[in-house]
């Protein structure tokens, strides 16, 4: 069952007590006991579910969330158990999902373009269409953060907005520590020139968005 946005709040996350057994011991324990996986959603949901808002919205998060700790558990028995926390482990597989949401909704999109709407339906389509453009448009922080290519998004949030470190986030997206390196000062560079300030405002701004 999802548990609640306030019970969600309630939870530690990572935050284990000091005599819980370490993430990689409960998945390993949980390919013969599934029921123990459990304590693994119970330790990171919050911090997935605040990182999916940020990335797609609420309402999608909602159902990525579940998304989420459905693919961890079906790739359980494959979980490196030299990672003893498995959060960045999670930040990857829902940056995943993350990018097939709008892979998806861009090969949506120009489906509709390609059909085009129904005639009576133009008047009411540009109308939200400029309502949508006007509430991007005055949203600067979201503007900066979409004209980054995606894997430089993806690294700028987990880092400013999640609060991972440069080895939590090679884990989480599989990439060399010098590419989180590069992504970062490439993403940082592009967004406070689009703000006009400086990192820790960003930072600062990225972590409490949304």
């Not at 599934?34 to 119970?42: G, T, Y």
């Not at 509709?112 to 600067?140: I, N």
């Not at 992504?183 to 703000?195: D, H, I, P, S």
């Amino acid at each position: 069952m999802t548990p609640t946005n306030g019970e969600r709040r309630s939870m530690s996350s990572s935050e284990a007590d000091p005599g819980d057994p370490e993430d990689a011991e409960v998945i390993a324990r949980s390919v013969t006991s599934p029921d123990r996986f459990s304590a693994i959603f119970d330790r990171h949901a919050s911090h997935i579910h605040r990182y999916l808002v940020r990335r797609i919205g609420p309402v999608a998060a909602e159902d990525a969330l579940g998304e989420t700790f459905l693919i961890a558990f079906r790739k359980r028995a494959g979980y490196d158990t030299e990672r003893r926390d498995a959060r960045p482990w999670l930040y990857g597989i829902a940056t995943n999902l993350v990018a097939q949401r709008r892979r998806d909704e861009v090969r949506e999109l120009k489906l509709r373009e390609a059909l085009g709407p129904p005639p009576d339906e133009e008047g009411h389509a540009e109308r939200v269409a400029d309502q949508v453009t006007a509430e991007a448009m005055g949203k600067l922080l979201d503007s900066a953060l979409a004209e980054l290519a995606d894997g430089d998004r993806d690294t700028l949030t987990l880092f400013a907005g999640e609060g991972l470190s440069y080895e939590e986030i090679a884990a989480a997206l599989d990439i060399p520590l010098g590419t989180v390196r590069s992504r970062l000062n490439r993403a940082r560079r592009k967004v406070r020139e689009a703000l006009g300030r400086p990192d820790t405002t960003i930072a600062k701004e990225i972590s409490t968005h949304g």
